[in-house]
């Protein structure tokens, strides 16, 4: 999905932890480079990070560019479920939980403590289809944010 980056707000809590970020103002393809976009948007808090050296500014290509791709995340399940009726409800469930990892994982993506990629909605959708439903399928919320996984 291609869409303007720069106006995007990061959520530091989902930047992997670990995840290297980049502070090169000098870098040419800084503009589009999630490294640097991510680097601008630290949490004020933070003292420390894994960061690309200004040594990398002498290479031909930055071996750690990653270019910033946003991603339409969504989170919540009350929506999917409206419709559906009292007999199909617990295998949707049980088949979503399954698929996410369990009931506690399940839990998160329900109330947005995580969000589910563009590929797990289609599979949790999908599931819906599966069984008949056709009509109402969307999640409470959605999200543009930075693909992060890419």
């Given at each position: 999905?291609?869409?303007?980056?720069?106006?995007?707000?990061?959520?530091?809590?989902?930047?992997?932890?670990?995840?290297?970020?980049?502070?090169?103002?000098?870098?040419?393809?800084?503009?589009?480079?999630?490294?640097?976009?991510?680097?601008?948007?630290?949490?004020?808090?933070?003292?420390?990070?894994?960061t690309?050296?200004?040594?990398?500014?002498?290479?031909?290509?930055?071996?750690?560019?990653?270019?910033?791709?946003?991603?339409?995340?969504?989170?919540?399940?009350?929506?999917?479920?409206?419709?559906?009726?009292?007999?199909?409800?617990?295998?949707?469930?049980?088949?979503?939980?399954?698929?996410?990892?369990?009931?506690g994982?399940?839990?998160r993506?329900?109330?947005?403590?995580?969000?589910?990629?563009?590929?797990?909605?289609?599979?949790?959708?999908?599931?819906?289809?599966?069984?008949?439903?056709?009509?109402?399928?969307?999640?409470?919320?959605?999200?543009?944010?930075?693909?992060?996984?890419?």
């Amino acid at each position: 999905m291609t869409m303007e980056t720069n106006n995007v707000a990061i959520d530091m809590r989902q930047v992997p932890a670990g995840y290297v970020l980049c502070f090169n103002d000098a870098c040419t393809r800084h503009d589009e480079c999630l490294r640097w976009i991510a680097g601008r948007q630290i949490d004020k808090k933070m003292t420390m990070a894994q960061t690309v050296l200004p040594t990398v500014l002498s290479k031909a290509r930055c071996p750690y560019f990653r270019k910033a791709e946003l991603i339409r995340m969504a989170w919540g399940f009350e929506k999917l479920f409206a419709e559906v009726k009292s007999k199909d409800e617990n295998s949707l469930r049980n088949a979503m939980r399954t698929y996410l990892g369990g009931n506690g994982t399940y839990s998160r993506y329900k109330l947005g403590r995580r969000l589910l990629s563009p590929e797990q909605q289609t599979y949790i959708i999908d599931l819906f289809r599966d069984r008949g439903y056709t009509e109402g399928l969307e999640f409470d919320h959605y999200v543009t944010t930075y693909d992060f996984d890419h």
